[in-house]
């Protein structure tokens, strides 16, 4: 098989051409291996190399529905026996897992053939994949812009065809927000349905989740039907599906009831091409004959970012003690992770757990809206995919904190809470590219980025759809049927093509 070959076929075609004779697993990988090689420079997409592990899996092959597909996994909570998980972070660089995580283990089952992991920025903790341990990673639909984050490398990895489809995992957008700036699909499944054991009962409160990014809505059902699925030790026993995902997202979804909205739920500007890639969404809906009308919840926007800053705040406070407690330096940590993890230190046990409690009120209000409506539309970013550096602190920002930091004062105004109004700046600053995907995380909704939008500069910016708890098949009925008419799986950048 060609490059030019794989590239035009998702990995569910990739699996059936491996069942047919017409290639095989080791032909596959040596694609991927070589397209990572010649996109590695422009994206830096991987952060750890597997090759080898990759090709012992040939000696026992798993047979699945994937069985010899390239895959590759994300660097954190993704863990694999013997390998370390770094989170992007010098400080866990050396920390090497004892056991699969269940959802690797999965995927293992499944037959994807893994041969690397996967860059992001430093404990997953933003929608940027920069890392000072592994470097930025590139959108490679223009090098000068960030992929997104957490799973940057993740989506550049696919959007540069070196894989159909990789691992991701999403807390306040992490699939989200790099599918819709690489031009990509990806779901975040509802809480609990996938495991996050293990090394974890849940990660951040249930708030994170993980899944996949792909170029089709066929490769992430037929995934998520191999990763679905409690297991034992699990903190909730979630009601199996019910159903066979890849069979069921190409029916149809029906006549669908959906409200839309491009207004900021914390009040900061939005991208004039970001409200009209939900305009234009909108009126392809209506076309399919969908109901469309504008309509949000009533849900109090800056709130909820306030509630999902201080939670979390207090995961990377608890990330940082256990790191060091293992015997990792503070100084090995990014002066952002030391920054927030001093600020979520510094936030009451009390305190958090009014945060925490808080959850129950979004998620009651989201589903009084979905009483009326059958999903929520709305950009999946305020803005275009933003340039490196975009929105960072100044050097004098970072000396000043850096400094308060290393004397002890930022912990000690944070415990006298006088840097509260310093925490809603932050909240407001670091969310006003991403103010529309945290609302899934803490109501533990499922939620999807579609690509149907590209800017004028050639961008790809997708929209958000948001439903019920429980209810991907819905949302994948709805990209299924939105892929049909609108097809974006041979949208490509055109260094990719021209192979």
């Given amino acids: 098989m060609k490059f030019t070959e794989y ?34 420079p422009r994206t830096n997409a991987i952060c750890l190399m597997m090759a080898g592990q990759a090709r012992a899996q040939f000696a026992n092959p798993s047979k699945g529905p994937f069985t010899g597909v390239p895959f590759l996994i994300k660097d954190a909570a993704q863990d694999y026996a013997g390998l370390p998980t770094s989170y992007g972070s010098k400080a866990l660089s050396g920390l090497v897992a004892a056991e699969h995580a269940h959802v690797v283990r999965r995927y293992l089952e499944a037959g994807f053939v893994i041969f690397g992991k996967t860059n992001l920025p430093e404990l997953a903790l933003k929608g ?66 996938v495991s996050a054991g293990p ?37 909730f026993l979630v009601a199996e599906p019910g159903v066979v995902f890849a069979q069921a997202m190409s029916r149809e979804p029906g006549r669908l009831r959906i409200g839309f909205t491009a207004a900021s739920p914390i009040g900061t500007a939005v991208h004039a091409e970001a409200r009209t890639a939900v305009e234009n969404a909108a009126k392809l ?53 030391r920054v927030l993890a001093t600020l979520g230190g510094a936030i009451s046990a009390g305190a958090l757990t009014t945060q ?21 539309l709305t950009p999946t970013l305020a803005h275009p995919p933003v340039r490196h550096g975009q929105g960072d602190p100044s050097a004098a920002e970072q000396t000043l904190l850096d400094w308060l930091d290393r004397i002890g004062l930022l912990g000690l105004l944070g415990r006298a809470g006088l840097l509260d109004g310093t925490i809603d700046k932050i909240a407001r600053d670091s969310l006003q590219y991403v103010p529309f995907t945290q609302l899934a995380n803490l109501t533990g909704t499922p939620a999807m980025s579609v690509p149907l939008h590209w800017t004028a500069d050639g961008l790809p910016l997708g929209v958000q759809f948001v439903g019920r708890l429980g209810d991907e098949t819905r949302l994948l009925q709805l990209a299924h049927q939105l892929e049909q008419a609108q097809p974006w799986f041979d949208k490509l950048p055109a260094w990719v093509t021209q192979a």
């Fill in 7 to 40: 590239v035009q076929r998702d990995a569910v075609a990739l699996a059936e051409c491996i069942a047919r004779g017409e290639t095989s697993p080791a032909e596959l990988l040596q694609i991927a291996l070589a397209q990572s090689e010649r996109a590695q």
């Fill in 128 to 193: 940027v994949s920069d890392s000072r341990l592994f470097g930025r990673t590139c959108n490679p639909w223009n090098g000068d812009h960030t992929p997104g984050g957490s799973s940057g490398g993740a989506a550049a990895a696919v959007a540069s065809g070196v894989v159909p489809m990789a691992a991701g995992s999403d807390g306040g957008g992490s699939i989200r927000i790099p599918a819709a700036c690489c031009g990509l699909f990806g779901l975040k499944p509802s809480r609990g349905l």
């Fill in 199 to 235: 090394a974890f009962g849940e990660y951040w409160y249930g708030a994170a989740s993980e899944g996949v990014i792909s170029r089709s809505v066929r490769d992430t059902a037929a995934a998520l039907d191999v990763i679905a699925g409690a297991e034992p030790g699990d903190p």
């Fill in 285 to 337: 809906l209506s076309s399919l004959g969908h109901e469309v009308e504008e309509a949000s919840p009533d849900i109090d926007g800056a709130a909820l970012a306030k509630s999902f800053l201080r939670i979390y705040f207090g995961q990377v406070a608890a990330l940082v003690a256990d790191a060091r407690a293992k015997g990792a330096k503070r100084q090995d940590f990014e002066l952002l992770t």
């Fill in 356 to 376: 925490l409690l808080k959850w129950n009120e979004f998620a009651r209000a989201l589903a009084r809206f979905h009483q009326r409506y059958d999903l929520l």
